[in-house]
């Protein structure tokens, strides 16, 4: 009985006429999506190394440990912990004493030499990208006063960029 009923709705055509405008639907959204997905890849305009430009960006690291200064060093290849991509080599490496305001007992706020910490301003040789409304380093847009943690194979800290220079 109920092969009759099953046969008899598909020779009415009620059945394959749902199932293929539900194919074509279906059918229509993947066309869409593989034109939208090669449209993307074919017409996006891909960097190369001859539109990046040479600069150099400053980071602060402030309040570090000895121990972490020590592993510092001018030649280490600096990579970005969120992107996970190369920055640039460590040319110059700058230590000072950490200093932060403490009161006084007369009220005063002054500047105090914090024992065993240190601020270093690390200077990076890079390859921007650069535009009127970013200075992109790989994936990796910088502005003075981001904050960018920064990672080698020996440490990771978190920086702040008080300089960015190129030529243009």
């Known amino acids: ?64 440990r000895a121990a972490t200064v020590e592993v510092i060093n001018e030649g280490d290849v600096v990579i970005c912990v969120d ?17 932060t305001t403490v009161d006084t007992k007369d009220g005063k ?6 024992p065993n910490r240190y601020d270093v301003l690390i200077s990076i040789r890079g390859y921007a990208i650069i535009t009127d409304n970013e200075i992109v380093i790989n994936s990796t847009a910088v502005r003075v006063g981001a904050i960018v943690r920064i990672f080698t194979n020996r440490y990771e800290v978190k920086t702040t960029v008080v300089g960015i220079e190129y030529n243009k």
């Open 1 to 64: 009985m109920r092969e009759d009923f099953g046969e008899k709705m598909i020779f009415r055509g009620k059945i394959l006429q749902h199932i293929n405008l539900f194919d074509v639907f279906v059918l229509l959204l993947v066309i869409i999506a593989i034109v939208l997905g090669t449209r993307q890849f074919v017409f996006s305009s891909p960097t190369s190394d001859v539109d990046r430009e040479e600069t150099i960006i400053t980071f602060a690291v402030r309040g570090v």
């Open 83 to 99: 992107s996970e991509e190369a920055l640039g080599t460590i040319i110059s490496k700058e230590i000072n004493d950490f200093q």
């Open 109 to 114: 706020v002054v500047l105090a030499s914090v």
